[in-house]
């Protein structure tokens, strides 16, 4: 009987399983998942569930029942320590040793540490578990309380903006003039830093966080010489992929495990998908990592299929979405190509209603729609059109956009 293993218990795993059988395959399934959990997703955890507005049954795929239903092997609470290729065989903690005839490594990322001291102490918190999530909920939900939070990407802004509706008191530090302008540049970077700054967070740019100190009752953030008092401590800096399996088993290994396309690595009946795969994009023909909720929902279903066999290409284009207090914003584009494109507004910055696009070569690359609902779809076509575009018309709101 053909056996097929899931290394990972996130969405991309999650995924791949249910296509599997979706697809109709009849042979073993089994995922070897580390946390406790069965595969779950994780926006709601910087965002309604941290809010207590939701609860897990909003961020786990399906019940463990589900995959008893479907004659998966869930193994959650398991570690996969070693991946031998040749030997299709996965070695798991504890000793015991899985053969697989095709294998998928969706093991994630994990949040990047930061190299200062008092990184470790208690009251120091990261963001990517449930249980982190819920840590986080039970300090915040009072309010009353002081967050320090060290960077200003994605996570963080969403955990600013649920610890100021609890009525906390928020510092943001961070190292840039402006959040957010690595992935948005720093005209939209600075729409978030205001509507931050209108909701009361002290917003703390150009600063340098030189250490976390703590006494167990006292913790303080070192800045720039300067202390800033906190009651806990958000560290937000990024995410690292998980590769020391791959990397170990001597797969080609770049910003993550290099995949085809079709998300083969570089070692026979091993595919990569979700956070950790750096995949070759057909479309802009170069590697992409992308460490974003659609990417792992789609790219499983992708990898599964790939390895029953089936030509296949991972071809979407790089989609986010992010709620902070009254914002929400959808994202879609290529962010090699964004860094460097021309930005063209349609609608209301200042308001916070409006689509920004990023044109280079004249051509649509990006597309972000803020407050503006219903244009996902129109904004990816544009992309996807790779059409000459008339910026001028782009920009002017009584032009459809799909008349393009
Ligand atoms: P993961 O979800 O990281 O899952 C990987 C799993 O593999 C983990 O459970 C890990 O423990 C397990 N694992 C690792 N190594 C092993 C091993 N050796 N053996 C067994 N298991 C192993 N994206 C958006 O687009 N929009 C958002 O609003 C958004 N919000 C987010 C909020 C938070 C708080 C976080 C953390 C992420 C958010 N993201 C968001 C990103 C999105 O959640 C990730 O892109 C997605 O989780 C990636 O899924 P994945 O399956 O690739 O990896």
């Known amino acids: 009987m053909t056996h097929l293993v899931i290394v990972g218990g996130g969405l991309a795993a999650g995924s791949a399983a249910e296509t599997l059988r979706a697809e109709g395959f009849d042979g073993d399934v089994t995922i070897v998942a580390a946390e406790q959990h069965p ?7 910087s965002k309604g569930y941290l809010a207590g507005k939701e609860g897990a049954d909003a961020v786990i795929l399906h019940p463990a029942e589900w995959y008893a239903d479907n004659g998966i092997g869930l193994r959650t609470g398991t570690v996969a320590t070693a991946l031998d290729p040749a030997a299709h065989r996965l070695e798991l903690a504890g000793g015991e ?19 200062i001291s008092g990184a470790d102490l208690p009251g120091v918190h990261t963001l990517r578990r449930i249980e982190d999530s819920d840590a986080l909920h039970a300090e915040l939900k009072d309010g009353g309380r002081r967050l320090v939070m060290i960077g200003s990407g994605w996570i963080g802004l969403e955990v600013a903006a649920t610890a100021r509706e609890f009525g906390n008191e928020v510092t943001v530090l961070e190292r840039d003039p402006v959040p957010l302008a690595a992935a948005l540049g720093a005209e939209l970077g600075n729409v978030f830093a205001r509507m931050h700054r209108e909701h009361g967070v002290d917003l703390r740019l150009s600063v340098g966080v030189e250490a976390i100190a703590g ?19 958000l560290v937000g800096v990024g995410a690292v992929p998980n590769i020391e399996l791959a990397e170990a088993a001597g797969l080609d290994i770049q910003n993550g495990i290099l995949v085809d396309a079709s998300l083969r690595t570089s070692a026979p009946d091993v595919f990569a998908a979700g956070d950790v795969a750096n995949a070759y994009h057909p479309v802009i023909q170069r590697h992409l990592r992308s460490e974003h ?9 992708v990898a599964a299929r790939a390895m029953l066999g089936q030509h296949v290409v991972f071809d979407d284009i790089p989609y986010f979405y992010t ?7 959808e994202l879609s584009g290529y962010a090699p190509l964004m860094s460097q494109a021309q930005l063209v507004i349609r609608g209301d910055l200042e308001g916070r209603e409006f689509i920004a696009f990023w044109v280079d070569g004249g051509r649509v690359v990006g597309g972000m729609n803020v407050n503006v609902w219903d244009v996902n779809e129109t904004v990816q076509a544009l992309i996807r059109s790779g059409e000459p575009v008339d910026a001028g018309a782009l920009a002017d709101p009584s032009v459809s956009l799909e008349s393009l």
């Open 323 to 329: 709620d902070q207090y009254d914002l929400g914003m």
């Open 39 to 45: 595969p779950y997703q994780r926006p709601p955890l």
């Open 215 to 233: 006494d167990g009752r006292a913790t303080v953030v070192v800045v720039d010489g300067e202390t800033v008092p906190a009651d806990l401590v």
């Open 97 to 115: 040793s899985l053969g697989y005839d095709a294998v998928l490594l969706a093991t994630g990322a994990s949040p990047r540490r930061l190299p």
């Open 293 to 301: 909720w659609a990417n792992a929902l789609n790219a499983g279903p």
